[in-house]
């Protein structure tokens, strides 16, 4: 009896030693996944500087208090290290932070293995590593050999090779957004270069949001563009949307009317708001953001109209440059006045496209090898299919099918009969 007695007395304590073991493991390698994060977007920022002293703006400030994270395991410790970002929006406040995608603030247990391999995968995680970083998050990733992720990331592919493919017929899109997204990858077959995916959004008559394509794209070009169109028009998406939303990419605006000649045009105010502050000093780009929001602000397109000749007419003189870059596009940045107010700030921006892809990191160490462009654009999918559900709809959604069936609306409201 003192036999098994001790024996199990040694178990437990080997058991107990091999807990105590695997969990600084998993903290450990929690610990600098979160470092590296802080480490890049510190760089990623370098070159932001104050102008009188010529200090950057942005940098690690000592660590946050410790964070427990609830794994099988037991508790891992974690901390995370203080990021102090002194950037200035243009209206002079500190609007900018760090938000560390890897330890989101409110994660106390990770989330489930079909969000989180494709996302370990993207920020940099080795495909042998999976099952320790699985472990420290909370789940159990023994399955996960490297040999076992590979094939899944396998299946993956398949899985975006059979949705690129499948049917859109009796689909109606009653708007689109339309935007490339760069990562920083280095293609094998090109040298040094980003990875520009197109992707694109819509607006079905029920009011939902549906990930509609996601190709790789050269630069954005016109022919990358004019391909991914057509591929939709092949596959059954007979019917023009309504309104198309972009930013200044050529390539798409040259393309778009050769499938889709119906389709109007919204351009995206907040990269224009961007591109005409460019060609500004920035002593005064505060007070002409602050007017430009007055334009695509306005309550009626008459107000907008008299807030865009106002703009001019400050900024003609000593900024033309600025001036020319906002009215090239006037009717284009305007479009969204005869569509449903209800609709208008999901219409001036393409900010849906923009969020979803504001957490998507890929990995911080520049990606070889033949695989890399399939294997971005596959990991790219299976985030925005984690992500697609939990996209809410448009407002005002009854108004959708009003606007598919021809109802115009005059600065936002129903015309009368």
Known sequence: ???????????????????????????????????????????????????????????????????????????????????????????????????????????????????????????????SDFPEALSALGLDGSGLSATNVIRMKELWREEWSEWSKRSLAGKRYVYLWADGVYFNIRL????????????????????????????????????????????????????DPELAVGDGGLGFWKALPQVFPRTRWQRCWMHKTCNVLNYLPKSQQPAAKSKLQEIWMAATRAEALAALERFKRDYQGKYPRAVECVMKDKEELLAFYDFPAEHWQHLRTTNPIESTFATVRLRTAKTKGCGSRQACLTMVFKLCQSAEKHWRKLNGCALLREVSNGIEFVDGIRRAA
Request: glycine share 8%.
């Open 1 to 127: 009896m003192e036999t098994v007695t001790r024996t199990l007395r040694m178990a437990t304590a080997t058991s107990s030693v091999l807990d105590e073991v695997l969990r600084e493991g998993a903290r450990r390698m929690l610990q600098e996944a979160i470092e590296r994060e802080v480490d890049e977007y510190v760089a990623r920022h370098a070159d932001a500087r104050d102008p009188r002293t010529g200090r950057r703006l942005v940098v690690r400030n000592g660590r946050l208090p410790a964070r427990t994270i609830q794994s099988p395991l037991g508790p891992i410790g974690v901390h995370q290290p203080r990021v102090d970002d002194r950037r200035l929006d243009e209206q002079g406040r500190r609007a900018f932070r760090f938000s560390s995608a890897v330890l989101p603030p409110y994660l106390r247990r990770a989330q489930s293995i079909e969000k989180l391999v494709p996302w370990l995968y993207l920020k940099g995680v080795s495909s």
């Open 188 to 239: 094998a077959e090109e040298g040094e270069g980003r990875q520009c995916v197109l992707v694109v959004m819509g607006a079905t008559e029920d009011g939902g949001k549906e990930l509609v394509a996601i190709r790789e794209g050269h630069r954005e070009s016109e022919q990358s563009w004019l391909e991914l169109l057509r591929d939709l028009k092949d596959r059954g998406l007979e019917a």
